[in-house]
């Protein structure tokens, strides 16, 4: 007997259930290289040229909707999501499977990657490697006590500003307005970023995108909740 193909469908969330939160000081397993050299990009990309490389870096990307639209904006150029939990980034790696599956030729410039970016960035990206960084939603943390382990501080601002290129970009979007106000003040005190103007924000294309892409940004639009975006130029 014959067996017909398995329909290829996308994954459903539901399966892939994880708490919002995870600590990103706890010492959690991962395998990391050594060197960016040592990473095989292969593995990620299956169509990678030996001039490419990732550009583009979605911190805590989530279950992927943000990143999948970054793949369908610049099909050319490679993005990853980094994600420190283990469902989910599990949900996103099956999700691009799939995509790739039901649409030949396309997504093959998008991937996931389970780590920790608070503390393993220089592990996998060279100097100046990344134009654009974004930080889409992230973990409020509202215990003072708890500040510390914020995506956006100054010891972390300066692994940042080392991946990134000259004239890179940092893209952040929150709900809550006391955490995008210690956002903007650490930003602004670093002295190797500068802060987009109004003008400059409305006229990135992407700057639409972050509003509702993402499933986070979503959730907002959905309860018309606030959004706080400020994006950053690294100098």
Not at 115 to 124: E, H, Q, R, V
Not at 163 to 175: E, I, Q, S, W
Request: hydrophobic share 35%.
């Amino acid at each position: 007997m014959v067996q017909e193909p398995c329909s290829i469908s996308l994954p459903q969330k539901r399966y892939y259930r994880q708490r919002a939160h995870s600590n990103p000081i706890a010492d959690h397993c991962f395998d990391y290289p050594a060197h960016p050299d040592n990473v095989i990009w292969q593995e990620f990309y299956p169509n990678i040229t030996p001039d490419q490389h990732v550009e583009f870096a979605d911190i805590g990307c989530g279950y992927g909707g943000f990143l999948v639209t970054l793949g369908e904006m610049f099909p050319d150029r490679l993005a990853i999501g980094l994600e420190i939990r283990v469902k989910v980034s599990d949900y996103v790696m099956d999700r691009i499977k799939a995509l790739r599956t039901l649409h030949p030729g396309k997504y093959n410039n998008i991937a996931c990657l389970r780590t920790n970016a608070m503390k393993y960035l220089p592990n996998y990206f060279r100097k100046a490697q990344l134009d654009k960084m974004f930080f889409l939603y992230p973990d409020p943390h509202f215990k003072r006590a708890k500040h510390k382990w914020r995506i956006i501080n100054q010891a972390l601002l300066s692994e940042y500003a080392y991946v990134l290129r000259k004239g890179g970009l940092v893209y952040t979007m929150t709900d809550v307005e006391d955490l995008h106000n210690w956002i903007v003040q650490h930003m602004k005190k670093h002295p190797l970023y500068e802060r987009l103007t109004d003008e400059d924000e409305k006229a990135d294309p992407i700057t639409p995108k972050l509003y509702h892409s993402s499933e986070e940004g979503t959730k907002v639009v959905r309860n018309k909740g606030d959004h706080f975006l400020a994006i950053f130029r690294r100098i």
